[in-house]
C-alpha cells in the first residue's frame, strides 16, 4: 500500500535486515520451565522415556509425518498433516511458546504430544500421537504433557479438542472433560469445541488418570542407562499405526503384510 508522504523526507526508500524483521514476526519467548524428562513403564512391561524434542531432530521427524500423513485410517492423515506443520512452525521458530515430547523406546520414537502457552495460566493442547499401537502409548504422552502444564509450568486450564474418536475417547471421555460453550468458544484446531481442565479439576481426579490406564506414574529418577538409551532418536522403518488383528508381537510384520 502506498501513500502520500505528510512530511519532507531525507531517505525515500528505508531498507531493512531481515535479522531487524524477525524479532516482530517471532514472538518473544516465555520463560518455560524445561520438561525434566521421564520414564514410564508400559502396561506390556515396555518403558518408555518421554523427552523433549531436539531441534535437530526437527528435520527427521518432518519426514517419517510425511509418510504418516499419507495414511487414511484413524485420523492419521489429518493428524500427521496439522503435526507436520506444528513441528515445522517449532523449528522455524512461528509457534508461539510450544513444547514438543517425544516418547522413546530403546531409542525408537513411539509416541508424540505437543501444545503451546497461550499465555501463563492456559495451556493449549494441540496434538498427541501413538506411533506404535497397543500399548497405551498415547494415552500416556498426553497425560505427560498435562503434567507438564499443570505441575511444572503452573499452569491453571488446559484447552483441547479432537479430530479423532480415539482422541476423544481416550482423553475427552477417558478424563470426563468438559466443554466450553459452542461456538462462542473455538479451539484454534479448525474452530472446534474447547473441552478443558482446570487446576483444580486436575488436582482432585485427573492426576490419577495414569495410574488407571498404565497401572504406575511417570518416574522422573530415571536411570543413565535409560537417559542413555534414548539419546539418540531413530524413527520406525514403517508406518505401524494401523490396526493389527492377529498379534501385537509382530508389529513390523504385519504391517508390511497390510502395505503389501
Ligand atoms: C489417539 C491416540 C493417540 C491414542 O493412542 P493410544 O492411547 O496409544 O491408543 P490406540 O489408539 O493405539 O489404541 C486404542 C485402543 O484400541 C486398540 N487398538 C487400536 N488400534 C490398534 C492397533 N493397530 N494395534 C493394537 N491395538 C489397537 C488398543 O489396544 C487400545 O485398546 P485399550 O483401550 O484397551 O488400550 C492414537 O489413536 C493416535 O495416535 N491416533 C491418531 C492421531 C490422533 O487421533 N490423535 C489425537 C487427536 S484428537
Known sequence: MRLPTPEKVSEQKITFDVEEIEPILQAPAMDLKPWPGAMVTLKDGRVMYIREAKLEEAPMMLEYMKKVMEVDHDFYDIVGARVYAEILGW???????????????????????????????????????????????GAVMYYAKAYYGFEILG??????????????????????????????????????RVYYVTKKYWDKVVKDYIRQMAGTELVFDVPDEVIKANEVMRVPDEVLVYRIIHSRAEPVRLALLIFA
Open 155 to 192: 499452569n491453571k486450564e488446559w484447552w483441547a479438542t479432537y479430530e479423532s474418536y480415539n482422541g476423544w475417547m481416550r482423553w475427552g471421555i477417558g478424563m470426563a472433560q468438559p466443554s466450553y460453550p459452542w461456538p462462542e468458544y473455538q479451539h484454534e484446531l479448525g474452530g472446534a
Open 91 to 137: 523449528y522455524r521458530k512461528r509457534l508461539k511458546d510450544p513444547y514438543t515430547l517425544v516418547g522413546l523406546i530403546d531409542g525408537l520414537w513411539a509416541g508424540f504430544a505437543n501444545g503451546r502457552l497461550l499465555n501463563e495460566d492456559i495451556n493449549i493442547s494441540l496434538h498427541t500421537m501413538a506411533l506404535i499401537r497397543g500399548g497405551r502409548i
